[in-house]
């Protein structure tokens, strides 16, 4: 899928008009009216909240962008996909979490600063089951100076979806103290036919008791 940037002036409206609504799917906790900027490959951008993208676009990690940037601030990232079935309940499922996020002041892009704490979650595209369209919610908040990563959710970063699955943020978020997000977004993905070359990794080590699931 090939996406024009659009124009700044109209860029920075958008911009402003989303600063008034809420970030994250009707109902999700946490939430911020704050909205994170979300760039696939070259130019690829969610053209409204909520809107869908395809496995293809979503193969790699965004870039990540912010409009007021803070310059001495450290970042950590999360994308979680919300729709998750498993015995027949809803779940979330951990598909990145990146700390030592540090902001470029000139774009307001939040790029991977030398590493001050260990654990991390690969990015793992999204791929939904057939017939189903899943929410993508990415999070950014503060990274504290004496930031500790929580070790009870070290299970989580193993690059398998049994592992990343029954990721609980708001849990995360009160083990690490963090704030609420700085800012938020998601999009939506259809699960699609076939073995195109956007499988993640992480679908490719999918277990087979997990495969309707995904
Ligand atoms: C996460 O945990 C909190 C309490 O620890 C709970 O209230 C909430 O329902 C959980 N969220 C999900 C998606 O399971």
Known sequence: MEQTLLPTVLLAVLMIAKTVQGQTPPGLSPSTQTHLG??????IIPPRLGCP???????SAPLLTLHDVSRDSTYLAFMIDIDVLYQCSTTSLLHWYEPDLKPDIETGSLVASHRTTSARAEYGGPAPPLGTMHRYVSFLFAQPPDYVFPEQ???FM???IPARLGFNLSQFVDAAGLDGPVAASYFTVEGSEGTDVAES???VTKSSCFRTQF
Do not use: E, V
């Not at 979300?38 to 130019?43: A, E, I, M, Q």
């Open 53 to 59: 993208l395809t496995k293809a676009d979503t193969t």
């Open 38 to 43: 979300l760039t696939f490959g070259k130019d």
């Open 158 to 160: 193993a690059p398998t």
């Open 201 to 203: 990794r992480m679908s």
């Open 153 to 155: 959710f070290m299970r």
